[in-house]
């Protein structure tokens, strides 16, 4: 079995002297972030729909009639889309919209299968949640300290990026399911399903 390497260029050492880096190791490295990322929406969606009693308790479980928006949504309290987030906590289409997002994010990304459409429904999310949050102010509309901590990068910005890199670097193809996934006919006549 070959193994390709990458060339790493170390300060002050002639190129005759570098080092090489498994290209392997790279890909189990993106693999790793991608299972890891997967496991985090998996577990967002357990925990909202049956209760698991870290950020949802049982009473509150979608499975017991809870909503998994309405809390989050009817406390926004900061930003353009204030109104209009509250007028979507609770709603059936999004809670249906948010639990399939998340299972659907989560399991994509953990079997490494259709990660350019995991990439934009994530980056879709997190703008949603991003702009829920509004990082940009200082303040929420009553004048209390939003509790920003930065203005542009947070963490749904993060995940937004992790998600489009590990599509990008077909992540799914290391300890995944890519492979397969991409020689399905239907996918390869639809390359945007990746």
């Not at 953990?110 to 991003?130: D, F, H, K, P």
Request: aromatic residues 10%.
């Amino acid at each position: 079995m070959s193994t390709k390497h990458i060339p790493v260029q170390s300060r002050g050492v002639s190129p005759s002297v570098q080092t090489a880096v498994p290209a392997d190791r790279a890909a189990r490295s993106l693999a790793v972030l991608r299972i890891v990322t997967g496991l985090t929406f998996l577990w967002a969606f357990l925990d909202k729909a049956f209760g698991l009693g870290y950020s949802t308790v049982s009473e509150r479980a979608w499975i017991n009639g809870g909503s998994p928006t309405k809390g989050f949504l009817s406390h926004v309290a900061v930003g353009p889309l204030e109104s209009t987030f509250h007028s979507w906590a609770g709603a059936a289409w999004a809670d249906w919209l948010f639990m399939i997002g998340l299972l659907a994010i989560g399991v994509a990304l953990v079997l490494g299968i259709g990660l350019r459409v995991a990439a934009v429904s994530t980056a879709l999310m997190m703008l949603m949640m991003w702009a829920a949050e509004w990082p940009l102010a200082q303040h929420t509309s009553a004048g209390e300290p939003s509790g920003s901590t930065n203005p542009l990068i947070d963490y749904h910005v993060i995940y937004a990026l992790v998600a489009i890199a590990l599509a990008y670097a077909a992540a799914g193809n290391t300890w995944g399911l890519g492979r397969m996934w991409a020689k399905l006919p239907f996918v390869q006549t639809n390359q945007w399903l990746r």
